[in-house]
């Protein structure tokens, strides 16, 4: 059975600073990996889809990396601000069970101002 | 467009009533979702409606009842549900496929007294 594992469970940073976010898994056996972002009591938004060939994406301040034979995933955020303090999300599509995305309970970020 | 819609935002229901949620996409996708989100807990998938067909119930009690009427609309039909049930409850949906996104819409916050 899938297991997604998102470290820290929280991070507080000061604005400006860059930061890594981290999702681990245990079955390599994967179609892609999204990382989404939540806000307090809204739905998902996609921030990055990575396929199982690839190794990154980047959008913005963005970048996603995928080591599927480590099974880990990163979500580096670049020159954080006050407006990305969110809950984020990784989630895989597993071969194993493809319509289903298997979640890591997510990394709750602060940026302080 | 990348957009989900759902109504209504909120929803209080008594475990007597019988209440529907909605969700509709304009994107052309042809697989949607259902999943119940607690809080401070990752969504879990209830439901998937492949081409209009339920493919998917993850064992979900009987009092939640999905329904696809046409490739743009989903609905969410509740009865006799209990306390427990209070939750986010997010609709996605994606192309056909397990390569593509899950694109969520902003949920509807149920609470059940």
């Known amino acids: 059975k899938q297991e997604v594992t998102q470290i820290p469970a929280a991070l507080s940073v000061p604005e400006g600073e860059n930061l890594v976010l981290n999702c681990s898994f245990t079955d390599s056996a994967i179609y892609n990996l999204q990382w989404f972002r939540q806000d307090p009591g809204k739905g998902l938004t996609s921030l990055l889809l990575?396929?199982?060939?690839?190794r990154e994406q980047t959008s913005g301040r963005l970048n996603a990396s995928l080591d599927k034979s480590s099974g880990r995933s990163t979500l580096y955020i670049a020159a954080s601000q006050p407006g990305d303090s969110a809950t984020y999300l990784c989630a895989l599509r597993g071969r194993r069970s493809n319509y289903k995305l298997t979640f890591g309970k997510g990394t709750l970020l602060t940026v302080n101002p | 467009d990348t957009e989900v819609t759902q109504t209504p935002k909120h929803l209080v229901m008594g475990m007597t009533n019988k209440k529907s949620l909605k969700c509709e996409q304009h994107m052309g996708h042809r697989a949607m979702y259902w999943y119940k989100q607690k809080a401070k807990k990752p969504p879990e998938l209830m439901f998937v409606?492949?081409?209009?067909?339920?493919?998917i119930n993850e064992s979900v009690p009987s009092r939640f009842s999905p329904e696809c009427p046409n490739s743009s609309l989903l609905n969410l039909h509740l009865h006799a549900l209990q306390p427990e049930d209070s939750a986010l409850y997010l609709c996605?949906?994606?192309?056909?496929?397990?390569?593509?996104?899950?694109?969520f819409g902003p949920g509807t916050r149920l609470t059940v007294t």
């Open positions: 996605a949906s994606s192309p056909q496929g397990a390569h593509y996104e899950q694109y």
């Open positions: 990575i396929q199982s060939s690839q």
């Open positions: 409606y492949s081409y209009e067909k339920l493919s």
